[in-house]
Structures are given as C-alpha cells and as structure tokens.
T-cell receptor, first 111, second 114 residues
C-alpha cells in the first residue's frame, strides 16, 4: 500500500517539446505529492509539489496534474530544454508516513 | 544557510566489514530520513528519525540501523556488509515529519563493497 509506481523509466524529448511523466499511488491516506529533480552527482531537490485540494499546480514551465479518484498524478514540462535533462522522481507522503518515492524517470532533452 | 552535509562522500569496504555514515541536517530541522539509491530501484526508504525517535522504518534487514542525536545529527550503520549494499546513501532533513513537507537532500555517501 506504500508503493508509488512511476512511468516511463526513460524519456527522450526534442528541445521545445512537452515531457510527461506519470505516477500512481495506492494509499488513500497520502496527502502530499512532490516531484524531485536530480542531476548527476547531486542529491534530489524539490521541483514542485501539490496537495489533493487542487487538481493542478503550475510553476513556470512545470505543471502537476492530480486526479484524486484515479489516484494518479503527473508532471508536465513545457518547452523542454537541454538543461532539464535529469532524473525525476515522484513521491507521496502523509503525516504518519515516510515520503515514498517512485523509481525515477531519466529525461534526456535533445537539441 | 548551510545545506545537509554527509560524510564521508566516498568509501570502499570489503564484505563482512561494517560502516558508519554521518549526516548533519540543516540547522533547525528536526527530521532526518535515510534512503538507499541504486540504479533501477530509485530511492528506497531506510528510516526516519524525528527528535531522536525513529518514526518509520523501511523494509531492510536488521544489519541496517540508525540513530539521531540531541543536536539532530544522525548516523546510520551497516554491519556485515554484502556486495549488494553497494549504493549511494542519501540523507535528507526537514522541519517537520518527512511525509508532510520539503525534504532537503545531501549529496550522498557512495559506498562500494568489494
């Protein structure tokens, strides 16, 4: 019940395109859904997060879409840039639970 | 404001040895979580400490243990090392419980077991 399933495992997108990464969770107690970005040799860093009282949150080129009934959420990166090439992790958590991460998506944005 | 500091950054051990990794959280943060990162497995949760108490523990054998000190610094220990323990061990700190807000990660301790 703690699992967070993330897809795809890897993604190649042309510069200027839209990158979409999907996640699904099982535990209905989860109420915090962040996305983390990790560059090689660095620890993950928070990119954007959403709570279930809204269905969408946008910060610059990054948007989280959240579907509570389907227990799914996704990250959209608009106008993808080579500098966005990194590994992205979705996660889910709640007050009495640890933050559980998906297995990650390696994004490559090609010029 | 200093970030999360992990030491050592790199270490090489042989099977059967033990290792201790250290994590200094951001000042004022009371929660420290530990994760094991391996290719293809993502970030697997080891344990979380909040105000010196273990809040949650992941599905790892008893060879993996941790503790948190009164100044919030944390250590994790792995005894009787196995080849499969080779990984990047990440520590993250947060103001409140880990499942509720932003985690700030260190750059990790990369352990190689020969």
């Amino acid at each position: 019940q703690q699992q967070v399933k993330q897809s795809p495992q890897s993604l190649i997108v042309q510069k200027g395109g839209i990158s979409i990464i999907n996640c699904a969770y099982e535990n209905t107690a989860f109420d915090y859904f962040p996305w983390y970005q990790q560059f090689p040799g660095k620890g993950p860093a928070l990119l954007i997060a959403i709570r279930p009282d809204v269905s969408e949150k946008k910060e610059g080129r990054f948007t989280i879409s959240f579907n509570k009934s389907a227990k799914q959420f996704s990250l959209h990166i608009m106008d993808s840039q080579p500098g966005d090439s990194a590994t992205y992790f979705c996660a889910a958590g709640a007050g009495s639970y640890q933050l559980t991460f998906g297995k990650g998506t390696k994004l490559s944005v090609i010029p | 404001k200093a970030g999360v500091t992990q030491t050592p950054r790199y270490l090489i051990k042989t099977r059967g040895q033990q290792v201790t990794l250290s994590c200094s959280p951001i000042s004022g943060h009371r929660s420290v979580s530990w994760y094991q990162q391996t290719p293809g497995q993502g970030l697997q949760f080891l344990f979380e400490y909040f105000s010196e108490t273990q809040r949650n523990k992941g599905n790892f054998p008893g060879r993996f243990s941790g503790r948190q000190f009164s100044n919030s610094r944390s250590e994790m220990n792995v005894s009787t090392l196995e080849l499969g323990d080779s990984a990047l061990y990440l520590c993250a700190s947060s103001l409140g419980p880990a499942g509720t807000g932003e985690l700030f990660f260190g750059e990790g301790s990369r352990l190689t077991v020969l």
